[in-house]
């Protein structure tokens, strides 16, 4: 009844959870409102499977190297810079179809620095 995602070329053979249910005894990610992990109490207790999600592997940085990716220039070629934004845990656990959640962000962070710079543009 739910999805599993494909999150990164990390992880070997393993899968992570996603969610949002604070009371499954696991430390908050930064203060997201997400949660990594619980299965057993999640499968023991009866919760709206629409707040999990699952996800085979994962993308890791280290510190350093995240900020040495989000301090690099824009590229002059095709406009693409690394950056990080924070969305609401209902933006990372609804059901997207393949890239419509990354076409949707995009489009929130280019309306956003659109008006921020008086500029009008198209969204995708």
Request: proline share 2%; glycine share 8%.
């Amino acid at each position: 009844e739910n999805l599993l995602y494909r999150g990164g070329n990390m992880g070997g053979e393993s899968a992570i959870m996603l969610h949002d249910v604070a009371d499954l005894e696991k430390e908050e990610i930064g203060m997201s409102g997400m949660y990594e992990g619980g299965l057993q109490n999640a499968v023991e207790r009866d919760f709206d499977v629409k707040r999990f999600k699952f996800f085979f592997n994962y993308c890791e940085f280290l510190p350093s190297e995240l900020e040495k990716i989000l301090d690099e220039e824009v590229d002059p070629d095709t406009g693409d810079a690394w950056i990080s934004v924070e969305v609401p845990t209902e933006t990372i656990l609804h059901e997207w179809d393949k890239n419509d959640c990354w076409k949707y962000l995009r489009n929130i962070v280019k309306s956003c620095f659109l008006s921020k710079s008086g500029e009008d543009g198209d969204s995708e």
